[in-house]
T-cell receptor, first 112, second 118 residues
Framework: KNQVEQSPQSLIILEGKNCTLQCNYTVSPFSNLRWYKQDTGRGPVSLTIMTFSENTKSNGRYTATLDADTKQSSLHITASQLSDSASYICVVRTGNNRKLIWGLGTSLAVNP | DTAVSQTPKYLVTQMGNDKSIKCEQNLGHDTMYWYKQDSKKFLKIMFSYNNKELIINETVPNRFSPKSPDKAHLNLHINSLELGDSAVYFC?????????????????FGPGTRLTVT
């Protein structure tokens, strides 16, 4: 069964600290993996999209990694800011039926 | 300029009523989607349209009927609303990734419509 699991479910860190969010998937065949940021009361916004051949991709203070062999991805946030408080969702697209399999997200709270 | 817009932003209605949510995108995208996000924050795809043609229809009650008058619009009509329909509904759009394309396209989401059925 195609599934995307994220950990931790929620996380609280202090402003300025780094953190890493995890995503494990069992989707097959694999096409690409996306990380979204969803602020409270808003729609998700894409942070990165990674294909099979990409190991690391950065978008400002966000760095995503992908290990297609172990079917794991991580999102590392550097020097966190209060505005990073949001839900971070991992999404994997299947390679055959064009479906996006969504994770439940990690709720991140950055405190001053 | 708003890329993907939805109206209304909030919708409160009673059980049994029929309501519509409108979505428009000005990005020139070929594909549009409707998602439902429940109280547990899980985003679930409902429908996907490509060039006005339905390509994904997940297990959604037939009380939900999407309508795409043109590529830039995908409206969602809901008949006989039930309490369980209360959720946030997101519209999204993207270029069509196709079956053989190497580079994936991003999805752009609207601001959401919070539907409350009482």
């Amino acid at each position: 069964k195609n599934q995307v699991e994220q950990s931790p479910q929620s996380l609280i860190i202090l402003e300025g600290k780094n953190c890493t969010l995890q995503c494990n998937y069992t989707v097959s065949p694999f096409s690409n993996l996306r990380w979204y940021k969803q602020d409270t009361g808003r729609g998700p916004v894409s942070l990165t999209i990674m294909t099979f051949s990409e190991n690391t991709k950065s978008n400002g203070r966000y760095t995503a990694t992908l290990d297609a062999d172990t079917k794991q991805s991580s999102l590392h946030i550097t020097a966190s800011q209060l505005s990073d408080s949001a839900s971070y969702i991992c999404v994997v697209r299947t390679g055959n039926n064009r479906k996006l399999i969504w994770g439940l997200g990690t709720s991140l709270a950055v405190n001053p | 300029d708003t890329a993907v817009s939805q109206t209304p932003k909030y919708l409160v209605t009673q059980m049994g009523n029929d309501k519509s949510i409108k979505c428009e995108q000005n990005l020139g995208h070929d594909t549009m989607y409707w998602y439902k996000q429940d109280s547990k924050k899980f985003l679930k795809i409902m429908f996907s349209y490509n060039n006005k043609e339905l390509i994904i229809n997940e297990t959604v009650p037939n009380r939900f009927s999407p309508k795409s008058p043109d590529k830039a619009h995908l409206n969602l009509h809901i008949n006989s609303l039930e309490l369980g329909d209360s959720a946030v509904y997101f519209c999204a759009s993207s270029q069509d990734e196709g079956s053989g394309r190497a580079l994936p396209y991003e999805q752009y989401f609207g601001p959401g419509t919070r539907l409350t059925v009482t």
